[in-house]
């Protein structure tokens, strides 16, 4: 039986990306940070000086993603994402990234490259795959969906100690939550592959779950679909 592909979506900060690593180091699937993916050609174009007072300029952005090549690379027991072959994974969480991520994913050449790498990745099965369009748009005949959301102030919280932790002493708390709510509206408000909920997905409100709890169940799910499978 080909393995089960599981796609996670949902709001920025609610855990997708650890909830989609752990799930795949339990059940030795393959992880893909889609999210990374979009920070990655964030920071290509903030290096190539395509944002200005008065936005990014998207046409010179399209115009230069054939020079753009991502791929993740496994370094002990951490996936790095790479950028033209650098290592860009600290860089890309910066909430300077997070600041412009959004315009960059809204493109519709940015998405139309992306998901036909993303499809590719997944071809084979046993995917655990995270972002904001993956069961809508990348994914719609994944196994398993999952909608991923927690109280905003919890998700701003979290976010906040992760940059702290980082070293981003000068980050204010209302700084992250306007980020956030910028990044939420943007995301559910695109023309391009919004953030939604699929009828057919799995809420998984991990406001007052820990990281194990969620875990559990969400593995609870995969084995469930397994086992119905064999």
Not at 58 to 63: D, F, G, P, R, Y
Not at 179 to 203: F, S, Y
Not at 212 to 226: F, G, K, M, T
Request: include cysteine; aromatic fraction near 4%.
């Amino acid at each position: 039986m080909k393995a089960i592909n599981v796609a996670i979506d949902g709001y920025s900060s609610c855990g997708k990306s650890t909830l989609a690593k752990n799930l795949a180091k339990l059940r030795g699937f393959i992880y893909i940070d889609t999210g990374a993916m979009y920070r990655a050609v964030t920071l290509f174009a903030m290096r190539q000086g395509l944002f200005s007072d008065i936005g990014l300029d998207e046409s010179q952005l399209v115009s230069l993603l054939r020079d753009v090549t991502i791929t993740f690379a496994r370094k002990g027991d951490f996936v790095r994402t790479m950028l033209n072959g650098e290592d860009v994974e600290d860089e890309i969480r910066s909430l300077e990234v997070s600041n412009h991520v959004s315009q960059v994913s809204k493109i519709k050449a940015v998405r139309s490259k992306l998901k036909l790498l993303q499809q590719e990745m997944a071809k084979s099965g046993g995917v655990v795959m995270d972002g904001r369009d993956i069961g809508s748009a990348v994914l719609p005949d994944a196994e398993l969906k999952i909608f991923m959301t927690a109280d905003p102030e919890v998700r701003a919280k979290r976010r906040f100690d992760e940059l702290v932790a980082k070293g981003s002493g000068d980050i204010s708390m209302e700084d992250v939550k306007a980020n956030l709510e910028k990044r939420d509206h943007i995301d559910t408000h695109r023309t391009e592959d919004p953030l939604i909920q699929v009828d057919d997905a799995r809420v998984l409100d991990n406001t007052n779950l820990s990281r194990n709890e969620q875990l559990s169940l969400v593995n609870s799910w995969v084995e469930s679909i397994v086992s119905r499978a064999r």
